[in-house]
């Protein structure tokens, strides 16, 4: 048996050495000469606000590399789908959400969640790909500690990199293998590689305005009053209405 196991080992040695030297180059060469770059800008004010992404594969990366960008989002905002539906002859990328997103929930009855962009290129060398995605702040409860704004942070997102030649079996390191959808279809599962970026910032940060929680009381006396004012003086005028 193990004699067996030898013989086959000697055999494939060949091969393997003969495919190498027919041209059979190894794909994953630009994770090692060529260092892809992310940067992330925040911009607008507010409750709306865009996500601007840049991400530059570099002139030696083969023209087959696909890029997948996965971000996680905190529960303080949400990103809309039918926006995203609406605008989707502006854009030149698809994304995948990994959960239903309700639109009216506050932040404290949400949770985080993940969204999978699949940025398209043209031509045979990947160019800069830019991706601005569009997110909205979900209200968040009053505060008593007399803050008038909250902090939410936004990680950077993670890059990711797929070709057909890049094997599993070929070594990797710093990146890693990373198993996610292939597409914005949600079709089948790739093995992508993750790639390794240093920033200098691992986050992002917005401030959302809150609610005074002190005034909540007052302020929730003072509308049902106003209410009950409105509705009697309504109902009185009708009433008058019709008497007459």
Not at 8 to 27: I, M, N, R, T, W
């Amino acid at each position: 048996m193990y004699f067996l196991r030898f013989y086959l080992f000697l055999c494939s040695a060949p091969c393997v050495y003969l495919l190498k030297e027919d041209g059979d180059e190894d794909l994953c060469f630009f994770l090692e000469g060529v260092k892809p770059s992310l940067s992330v800008e925040l911009s607008n004010k507010g409750f709306h606000r865009e996500v601007v992404t840049t991400v530059e594969l570099g002139s030696e990366t083969p023209g087959d590399v696909r890029a997948l960008l996965v971000y996680t989002w905190p529960r303080g905002v949400y990103v809309d789908p039918y926006q995203l539906a609406f605008l989707s002859d502006l854009r030149g990328w698809q994304m995948l959400f990994n959960t239903t997103i309700d639109l009216e929930e506050p932040a404290h009855r949400t949770s985080a969640f993940l969204t999978y962009v699949y940025p398209s290129h043209n031509g045979p060398t990947p160019g800069p790909l830019t991706v601005t995605i569009p997110i909205h702040g979900r209200y968040h409860k009053p505060a008593f500690d007399g803050k008038s704004f909250t902090p939410v942070h936004i990680e950077l997102p993670e890059l990711l990199l797929w070709t057909k030649k890049c094997t599993p079996i070929q070594r990797l390191e710093p990146h890693t293998l990373l198993d996610a959808p292939c597409n914005a279809s949600n079709t089948s599962i790739c093995s992508w590689i993750k790639i390794q970026l240093s920033h200098k910032n691992s986050t992002l940060s917005l401030h959302l305005p809150v609610g005074d929680g002190p005034t909540v009381t007052l302020v929730c006396t003072g509308t049902l009053l106003v209410t009950v004012i409105c509705c009697a003086v309504l109902c009185h005028s009708i009433l008058k209405h019709q008497i007459t």
